[in-house]
């Protein structure tokens, strides 16, 4: 059970006459789940003297708004336009031209822990993540057990009505749960999702994921495939999960966590992004005027204080002029050509 701090007046709202099937209410959810009303009807000995009445449909207020979260492993604060990279990211910088540029999340430099705090709002010890999940010691803050009383936000919004899904990584399930038996506890079903299409822990193939999962059920969507690609693949489930959303309930809100594992190794990106992203040659001119480049973009966009000034470059890296022609062409054809050879179902099932 999740008690929350009261609000400063009831929030509840009924959208409908009581104990008509299709009322929805707003609850005053400051104890979850929400206990069952009592009958509101009237009960009878003659079924024609008697009045019936259905508990309301728990819904968001009106005009809730859905929510997409998407968290990017292993990518810097300045990797996209939208923060100032030289990585053009359209879509983002639309939506952020539109709304808000958050800079003070709160990074722990591993990718379960920063997730286990940014899908909860506490703490990553307080939910069992001071380490990656793979790491786990029967410690208190270190077991990768995140307790019934630390709910994720998405179990929060569920029982306030929202439908939530889970896309992509999953690097939050103890190893000792993460197979197909179970127990599903930990599992983002278990922690307030009502939909999971991803794969569980740290890693995993972008072309044959042997560790993707619908739910709890293992899938390998790429058989007979060829070219099949995670990324691509996740996004289609994506819109089909909210086309279905918006189609079937479209009173309804939702709640979506995307964790696409594209900048996370193993990188295998489809030869289309490869060949439009190496024709851009956005790297040629090597990492100190880059870096001094996205410096620039970030205190434009204002992402960085305007005083702010670019630490001193460490004395045991190589600056980009100290290279030879010959290694900066190396890093520049590297950085361009992709994985030597592209999947086919010949050497895919050969690795």
Known sequence: MVVLAPPEASSQQLQGPAGAPATREFPDSRVLPIPTPPFSGAIQPNLIDSTAAWSPTIAPPQGAPNVLLILVDDAGFGSNSAFGGIVPTPTLDDLAARGLRYTQMHNTALCSPTRAALLTGRNHHAVGYGMVAEGAVGYPGYNSVTGPESAHAAEVLKLNGYATAWFGKNHNVPIWEATPAGPFTHWPIGEGYDYFYGFVGGDTSQWEPGNLFRNTTPIHPYNGKPGWNLVTAMADDAISYINTQTATDPKRPWFIHYAPGATHAPHHPTKEWVDKIGAMHLF????????????????????????AKLPDWPDFLPKWDALTADQKSSICARSRSGPPTWPTATTRSAA
């Open 284 to 307: 040629d001119q090597g990492w100190n005027k880059v870096a001094e480049q996205i410096f620039a973009n970030q205190k434009k966009l204002g992402v960085i204080p305007a005083n």
